[in-house]
């Protein structure tokens, strides 16, 4: 099912299907979308509440436009803008988007079921991308996963060791950023015209 598991322990029956399901990143990818629109079909937003989930919204979507622009995944190790701060700004765009449609929604259990979503999720996620990283930069990923926090930004690290720009292009074939941020967009202005 998940390549992402190959090189794991065999586990067999459920154990294996639970495993495999966590390290599906299409699964992931499009469960995540699905809970930001069933949030915003279900909205019952308070004004206030909403506007924090828009400065959330707003600042995951920065985040992951930001970090897809400057990645060249697999090929160079992503050391400048975002990931300067952190070691997975992808993610981190995530959870800021996906907990501003649970403000924006004004309902206190969509928090609950983000929160199970990351926690199935996320951690399988970041054990693969680091272990693969590691496969494929040694020393350098290691160097840098010492310096340089997963999920929690520290803005006393070093300067970026990259040169790399920020690119529209990237951006838009890295994940189709552009295009997923305009989708997500729509539902949190509908969320907006239920105020």
Known sequence: MSHRTDSLPPLTGLAHVIRELRYHEASRQILGMLLAVLFAWVAQPVEALYWVGAALFALGTAVRLWASGVIAKNKQLATSGPYVYVRHPLYVGNILILYGFVAASG???????????????????????????RQIFGPAYDDYMQNTHALVPSFGNRPSTSEDRWSF????????????????LAWFIYIHTRL
């Open 169 to 184: 292009r990237k951006s838009l074939t890295v994940n189709w950023e552009p295009l997923i941020a305009a989708f997500l």
């Open 107 to 133: 309902l206190w259990w969509t928090a609950l079921v983000a929160l199970a979503f990351f926690l199935f999720y996320y951690p399988p996620a970041i054990e693969y991308e680091e272990r693969k990283l």
